[in-house]
């Protein structure tokens, strides 16, 4: 209808009337850009806030992530340290103990990622939505961190680990991967985590079987050197963790306190 009575007073030479007719529909495509840009606003802001709330919630398991990794090879190095003292004469253990802890060195641990919101933000160019910079920050720079994977790596091609599997008798490691083997601990569950490696356990093998076992582990040669690199490797792991990433670790933290207060 506008369209037709500017045609309209065109034809008339109306100029004036031609001039409101322009001022009017010039005046509705602007606001209409204007609606337009304020439902995409509204639409974008809306994203953000879902994808911060996402990232939060991933950052908060990742807290508790590392945690677990502080607390389960803490827990590997310890067991290593006194497989080697009982090994050295320092302090004496059972056949049975000597055996778990050897066993326990071996060990890794790896914790499933929460990153897809990290993940799906950067894929599509928009890390722009969070407009919390510390926030931003923080998921920057733990997802694009190796040291995790690192950590990982090491304890899966770990020496120590080749020489124990392929030394000891199957029925043997079957025995410690049953009675004492790792715990699974529900993510969030941080009183879990002391227990994930570190508890009570017998392996139950006759105490011939436990004698050749630890005599393996007495007269190999390569035994106690590379249990002492197995050590060497989880204690440098464990000082990233816990020294030079420090700030990332508080970071988290302050993050998870935060996601579980809101």
């Keep these: ?28 495509v602007f606001i209409g850009i204007q609606v337009a840009n304020w439902n995409e606003g509204r639409a974008t802001a809306r994203r953000g806030e879902v994808f911060t709330e996402r990232l ?22 310890a067991h290593g340290r006194r497989a080697l003292d009982a090994l050295a004469g320092r302090t004496p253990l059972s056949d049975d103990a000597l055996l778990i802890a050897a ?17 799906e933000l950067t894929a599509r160019g928009e890390i722009g939505l969070i407009t919390d910079p510390a926030l931003r920050d923080l998921a920057q720079r733990l997802y694009s961190s190796s040291m995790f994977d690192y950590i990982v790596e090491e304890g899966r091609t770990s020496t120590y680990r080749t020489w124990f599997r392929q030394s000891l008798p199957h029925d043997v490691q079957h025995a410690l991967s049953e009675a004492c083997g790792d715990r699974n601990v529900p993510a969030g569950d941080y009183a879990g985590i002391d227990a994930s490696i570190d508890y009570p356990c017998a392996t139950g093998l006759p105490a011939d079987t436990l004698a050749a076992a630890v005599a393996l582990l007495r007269n190999d040669p390569q035994a106690v050197p590379l249990m002492r690199l197995r050590v060497s490797d989880v204690e440098t792991g464990l000082q990233n963790l816990t020294f030079f990433f420090a700030d990332l670790r508080s970071a988290l933290r302050a993050a998870a306190a935060s996601a579980q207060e809101g």
């Design 103 to 119: 066993y326990r060195a071996t060990q890794y641990n790896g914790n499933i990622r929460r990153r897809a919101a990290y993940d």
């Design 56 to 77: 939060r919630d991933d950052l908060r398991e990742e807290a508790w992530g590392y945690e677990m990794q502080v607390g389960y090879y803490t827990d590997v190095a």
């Design 1 to 28: 209808m506008r369209y037709r009575r500017l045609l309209e007073h065109l034809r008339e030479q109306n100029w004036i009337a031609v001039a409101i007719d322009l001022a009017i529909v010039v005046a509705g």
